[in-house]
């Protein structure tokens, strides 16, 4: 874990998460995606789709570094970052065609790379 490894979890949630999960479970990710959208959407959601992060439980009064406090909802973090947005592209692309998949499984620089760190089976096992 980002924080270490102990328990402590204060209920921050990134959206770019449960968006990019779809290919791997649309049948939990969209609902969750969706009802996300329809809860929170006023507060985390705006013109570039969903912001970096939010905490609904966070109601304290106290100085903030980074984000703002929205009163009765909670904590948000206002930044689009393309660690997040660029995520969400490539993973509703994948479900939608599979084409950043089937372009990096042809990339020979990226098999070697990851042969070389260790990974193996699945495509990398399969013939070239």
């Known amino acids: 874990a980002a924080r270490g490894t102990d328990t402590h979890d204060d209920c921050t949630l990134a959206p770019t998460a449960t968006v990019a999960s779809i290919p791997f479970a649309p049948e939990l990710a969209i609902p969750a995606v969706l009802e996300m959208h329809r809860r929170f959407g006023q507060y985390i959601y705006s013109d570039y789709g969903f912001f970096d992060a939010f905490n ?13 406090a929205v009163a009765g909802f909670g904590w948000v973090d ?9 995520p969400i592209c490539a993973m509703i692309e994948n479900q939608r065609t599979a084409l950043v998949w089937r372009i ?12 070389r760190a260790g990974f193996s089976g699945g495509w990398l096992t399969a013939a070239q």
Do not use: A, T, W
């Open 56 to 68: 609904s439980s966070f109601h304290f009064d106290v100085p903030l570094s980074h984000g703002r």
């Open 78 to 86: 206002v930044d689009y970052l393309g660690i997040d947005q660029g």
């Open 104 to 115: 990096m499984k042809k990339n020979p620089h990226l098999r070697l790379g990851l042969e």
